[in-house]
């Protein structure tokens, strides 16, 4: 069965710091994908990214970069210079390529970041 | 963003009572999902659809059930609430059932079952 956990269930800090959300996942399958999510205080799901398991590149985005590690099964996502805006609960989540209950996502518990000025 | 809306955003209810929520898109995608989050949890599958008139459980699909009768609405329906069903509900689309696509969330909606 899948599953995804994000262990930090809280990370605090002050502007400008960098942050990295941690992400470890479990799966059978050798197909499958990786998401982060962004929910603001405001409470919708943003979509951030999308990897497939056969693609280990790392990805940067501005201040947003993800580490996509199969040797360890993580896929972590760090915030560089991070502002206030960046607080918001952050979900990592796995879809099976070949799952049975259509293409249903897996969230981890999801990590609260709080970014104090 | 994707044209995702659910109706109500907010709901209190008292144990016992029945409760429909709705999930509107614009998009025509074939894809539709019902998840609720609860904290620790993350977000939980209950029921998602395939097409108009075809669904399947998901991973917490005891209590509720699912209709969808055009492909921009689909609906979620607690026959009885419980306070266990307390919860945001998140609606969610995608094109296609493959692991590819990426799943696109409505607003959600609060519900607190009394």
């Known amino acids: 069965a899948q599953k995804v956990t994000q262990a930090q269930t809280e990370i605090s800090v002050v502007e400008k710091e960098d942050v990295t959300l941690d992400c470890v996942y479990e799966t059978r399958d050798t197909t499958y994908y990786l998401f982060w999510y962004k929910q603001p205080p405001s409470g919708e799901l943003v979509f951030l990214i999308r990897r497939n398991s056969f693609d280990e590149q790392n990805e940067i985005s501005g201040r947003y970069s993800w580490n996509f590690q199969k040797s360890t099964s993580s896929f972590n996502f760090t915030i560089t210079a991070s502002q206030v805006v960046d607080s918001a609960v952050y979900f990592c989540a796995l879809s099976e390529a070949y799952n049975n209950a259509g293409n249903m996502l897996t969230f981890g518990g999801g990590t609260r970041l709080m970014v104090k000025p | 963003d994707a044209g995702i809306t659910q109706s109500p955003r907010h709901k209190v209810t008292e144990t016992g009572t029945p409760v429909t929520l709705r999930c509107h898109q614009t998009?025509?995608?074939?894809?539709m999902y019902w998840y609720r989050q609860d904290p620790g949890h993350g977000l939980r599958l209950i029921h998602y659809?395939?097409?108009?008139?075809?669904?399947d459980k998901g991973e917490v699909s005891d209590g509720y059930s699912v209709s969808r009768s055009k492909t921009e609405d689909f609906l979620l329906t607690l026959e009885s609430a419980t306070s266990s069903q307390t919860s945001v509900y998140f609606c969610a689309i995608s094109e296609s059932r493959t692991s590819t696509d990426t799943q696109y969330f409505g607003p959600g909606t609060r519900l607190t079952v009394l």
């Open positions: 659809s395939y097409g108009v008139k075809d669904t």
């Open positions: 998009e025509n995608h074939r894809y």
